[in-house]
Nanobody, 126 residues
């Protein structure tokens, strides 16, 4: 129904920057917002941030001030600009979206979302 493809992951040194992209296709008209999660080996999938098509954003405390989400509504693409990267940011980063009616406050839970991309690896070295 909806396909999501992430790109932009790489190996960078601490303090560096990366820009991740997530392109959506399929029944994109049903999407209300897009979000980013990340997952390190042996860890739970962690909320990073979300953005609505109107540009409203919300970030996890761990990335506030360092990560910025943006979007291109025409291309149905969202971006995650990551600055001042830390080794603890190392993870597979996943793009996701919800196609069901929104529930206030539910966006920080992985189970809230319907479709996921394949993930892109971000590795931050010391």
């Amino acid at each position: 129904q909806v396909q999501l493809v992430e790109s932009g992951g790489a190996l960078v040194q601490a303090g560096g920057s990366l820009r991740l992209s997530c392109a959506a296709s399929g029944r994109t008209a049903s999407m209300y917002a897009m979000a980013w999660f990340r997952q390190a080996p042996g860890k739970e999938r962690e909320f990073v941030g979300y953005i609505t098509w109107s540009g409203r954003t919300y970030y996890a405390d761990s990335v506030k001030g360092r990560f910025t989400l943006s979007r291109d509504n025409a291309l149905i693409t969202v971006y995650l600009q990551m600055n001042s990267l830390k080794p603890e940011d190392t993870a597979v980063y996943y793009c996701t979206t919800r196609t069901k009616p929104p529930i206030p406050g539910g966006y920080s839970s992985a189970n809230y979302y319907d479709y996921w991309g394949q993930g892109t690896q971000v590795t931050v070295s010391s």
